[in-house]
T-cell receptor
Framework: GQQLNQSPQSMFIQEGEDVSMNCTSS?????WLWYKQDPGEGPVLLIA?????ELTSNGRLTAQFGITRKDSFLNISASIPSDVGIYFC????????????FGKGITLSVRP | NAGVTQTPKFRILKIGQSMTLQCTQD?????MYWYRQDPGMGLKLIYY???????DKGEVPNGYNVSRSTTEDFPLRLELAAPSQTSVYFC??????????????FGSGTRLTVV
């Protein structure tokens, strides 16, 4: 089946630093999504990408839909303590009953 | 709007007991999903439903059952709880018929421990 690869499993950064995460797949996706999960909560959508090459920003977050449609990147600039959480990528392929495929997530820790 | 509401938030079960995890959404979404999340393993799909009266198995359905009698509700049933079912369970919903897919809306989860 389809798989999304996110690594490393954990990242540790200093407050104020920028951080970049990527998500890769052997399959093509038509939509890429990035979610953040705060401790004790459900995942919340951060950014949605719909076109190959698309670059979208949401505040300090910027995400890109890879040209090959097999990868996506999320950048967080000037990190702050509330950026702590698990970041999931998700992809949607075409077809009836198509369901989201999720990566395993990256746990981000931010040192004050 | 409340979005996706899950109850209870926490539960401890003894081995062999049964329980129902409740999930309700007020967004008139057609599609609903149940996931379980284990540390470092991401989200695994248990069951999903594309509308009232229609359900289908996901990746890890064994030990669970679902029903979808209304658009709003999608309960998940554990009949004979086992320690392997200790996990955090998330319900989600979506409206895939829109021109742009806005992803799934998740509930805040039910943390289940089986002892």
């Amino acid at each position: 089946g389809q798989q999304l690869n996110q690594s490393p499993q954990s990242m540790f950064i200093q407050e104020g630093e920028d951080v970049s995460m990527n998500c890769t797949s052997s399959s093509i996706f038509n939509t890429w999504l990035w979610y953040k999960q705060d401790p004790g909560e459900g995942p919340v959508l951060l950014i949605a990408l719909y076109k190959a090459g698309e670059l979208t920003s949401n505040g300090r977050l910027t995400a890109q839909f890879g040209i090959t449609r097999k990868d996506s990147f999320l950048n967080i600039s000037a990190s702050i303590p509330s950026d702590v959480g698990i970041y999931f990528c998700a992809g949607l392929s075409s077809g009836a009953n198509s369901k989201l495929t999720f990566g395993k997530g990256i746990t981000l820790s931010v040192r004050p | 709007n409340a979005g996706v509401t899950q109850t209870p938030k926490f539960r401890i079960l003894k081995i062999g007991q049964s329980m129902t995890l409740q999930c309700t959404q007020d967004m008139n979404h057609n599609y609903m999903y149940w996931y379980r999340q284990d540390p470092g393993m991401g989200l695994k799909l248990i069951y999903y439903s594309v509308g009232a009266g229609i359900t289908d198995k996901g990746e890890v359905p064994n030990g669970y059952n679902v029903s979808r009698s209304t658009t709003e509700d999608f309960p998940l049933r554990l009949e004979l709880a086992a320690p392997s079912q200790t996990s955090v369970y998330f319900c989600a919903s979506s409206y895939p018929d829109s021109d742009l897919f806005y992803g799934y809306t998740f509930g805040s989860g039910t943390r289940l421990t089986v002892v």
